[in-house]
């Protein structure tokens, strides 16, 4: 799995101009997922995440997670993470088939609500348009495979 995260003041997610997930302080994670992923892997992605300590505590050093500054997390499906860029055309077959990934992005966020956060989410395979005020900003890649 790849995730980008971002550490957001507020971040949303719109389809068809209605908001369907929306947080304040937390996390904007944009989630692809690849074909050797399961749901192993969803977990433990999930608990990373949770506890990346990117808030800042009172000196000013990045040392607080998302439940330590009460957060949220808005999680976006983004099989373009496993974009093949070799020709000016990027191609997509690198990431895993949506019967695969749906029920890993579901299962991804069902371990973060397991943990105790609030996660917002958009709509698997559905277009849509994010919009978030990055906070530092401070924006992380994680991959499971690296």
């Known amino acids: 799995m790849r995730a980008v995260v971002t550490r957001v003041s507020r971040a949303s997610v719109s389809i068809g101009g209605a908001v369907c997930g929306r947080i304040g302080t937390g996390y904007l994670v944009l989630l692809g997922v690849g074909p050797r992923d399961t749901e192993e892997t969803a977990g433990k992605l999930a608990d990373k995440i949770c506890n990346l300590r990117i808030f800042e505590d009172e000196a000013g050093r990045m040392n607080r997670n ?4 009460g957060g949220s997390l808005l999680v976006v499906s983004q099989f373009t ?17 949506p019967e695969i990934a749906e029920p890993l992005y579901q299962r991804f966020m069902a371990r973060c609500r397991e943990r105790g956060f609030d996660v917002q989410h958009g709509e698997f395979g559905a277009e849509m348009e994010v919009d978030s005020l990055n906070h530092g900003p401070v924006t992380i890649l994680l991959d499971t495979e690296a």
């Open 81 to 97: 993470l496993y974009a093949d860029t070799s020709s000016r055309r990027p191609g997509f077959t690198g990431a895993a088939k």
């Open 66 to 69: 998302l439940g330590q500054v």
